[in-house]
């Protein structure tokens, strides 16, 4: 329940404000109301708390299971065609409202307005390629010479989903399609930073025409997503998030072998060797690393650059970066928004220390920013940074920082930076720019990475899979063979004959 709402704050914010929802909970097709804490909802570019709701209590996450668990059993019959009509509907509705999601997910993430509306067209793609998928996703037919076999695909039961802070409503439309496209039922956990577009899609997602019960939206920290790994009723687990969270609960889900998904951490590697159309190449490097405020799992934060051109790159690098406008997310012309939150800020501006301390030197930003806009002060910002004189071996190099920073390397051979590259317990996405196709054929086939981009970064379409290698995670997102993670197969052998018995 909505318990106080925050007047003074900047206009631009207000058709925000106008489209907060009631609560930040969903049980059953409705908006619920939770026993747990209260949970602020803060807008990232003021540092206002603009909403205040309970959070989910471990029996409000057993009520959403039950509630899932018994629309299962009616969702599951529903043919897939019009399981699939059901998401190319919602799909058209949430274009039609991609500037009100916009603005509560700008509220929410404090990303740029601009980019919050890409975010929303990519949930748009992923339920309508999904939705036309699945109408055709079935199993096999062996003729066996008068007998016969087949396989069929058949749900999981109820899915337990588990989102991140920083595409949330993108991350909520690549779980929930695939789930409700194979027949299950889902609970879903929200981040506590960025509520609100998940359970505003859970609204949506009635209008459609789901049933009740089939989607249940819990809010919470942790301990939420704590109580929906272990509940008995889950059949699967979905997280995207950090590596240890990530470890943790596939230990716990071991205990009852659930099936999971993991899409996890990076510390991509973008190779620039000295063919490529410079412009362009830069071009990459920030696409690679800017986006969100840094804060993307499949950054190409290693940025390794041929010797011959090392000069030249950085030189363009550091100039274009300097131009990118930090401010008001809200603003058209602003490139850079605020981060999510302060523990997220300081853990940033601890690595920039750490790497200044092990020789870095600071080619452009480097620290926090404070803007003249009195209404932002209680934000958080921190310029983009680009670092040269960077080794392997050091921090920033080797850990994930889940911020605007960007590392520059230089290297000599194909085949030194193919295993410096590789050198890395992550593997989540690769990088290559390169005007020789076949030597970017060739280094990408030897990339230790689950989604790599070859002169560009940072684009995955829904037609193909998303996922990593390594501590990066286990299964994919998108494609035709997202379907499977969500599904699990039937054998049946038909015998049309007298079945042979040696037995009299």
Known sequence: ?????????????????????????????????????GLDVV????????????????????????????????????????????????????????IEFAHLETLDTGKPFYESEMDVGTGVDALRFIGGLVQNYHGNHFDLGGNFAYTSREPLGVIGGIGPWNYPLQTACWKIAPALACGNSLVYKCSEYTPLSTVAFAALLKEAGLPAGVVNIVAGEGSVGAAITAHPNISKLSFTGSVPTGKRIMSKASDSLKKVTLELGGKSPLIIFDDVDMKNAVSTAMLANFFSQGAVCSNGTRVFVQRSILEEFTSQLVERTKKLKIGNP?????????????????????????????????????????????????GFYIAPTVLGNCTDDMTVVKEEVFGPVLSILVFDTEEEVIRRANDTPFGLAAGVCTQNLSRAYRVTSKLEAGSCNINTFNNFPTVIPFGGYKNSGIGRELGEECLNYYSQTKSVYVETGDPWCPFE
């Not at 900047?10 to 059953?28: I, Q, T």
């Not at 605020?338 to 997220?344: G, R």
């Not at 501006?349 to 803007?371: H, P, Q």
């Open 1 to 37: 329940m909505r318990l106080n709402v925050i007047k003074r704050m900047s206009s631009s914010f207000s058709r925000a404000v106008e489209l907060l929802p009631p609560s930040l909970n969903w049980v059953d097709n409705d908006y619920y109301v939770g026993s747990g804490k």
């Open 330 to 378: 809200m603003q058209e012309d602003v490139k850079v928004g605020a981060t999510i939150c302060k523990m997220q800020y300081d853990k940033i501006l601890k690595y920039l220390d750490i790497a200044r301390e092990e020789g870095c030197e600071v080619l452009c930003g480097g620290g926090a920013v404070t803007l003249d806009d009195p209404d932002l002060a209680g």
């Open 43 to 98: 807008n990232k570019a003021t540092g206002n708390v603009v909403m205040t709701s309970a959070s989910a209590s471990d029996a409000d996450v057993d009520t959403a299971v039950q509630s899932a668990l018994a629309a299962f059993q009616t969702f599951r019959d529903i043919p897939a065609a019009e399981r699939g009509q059901l998401l190319l509907k919602a799909a058209t509705l949430l274009e039609e409202r991609t």
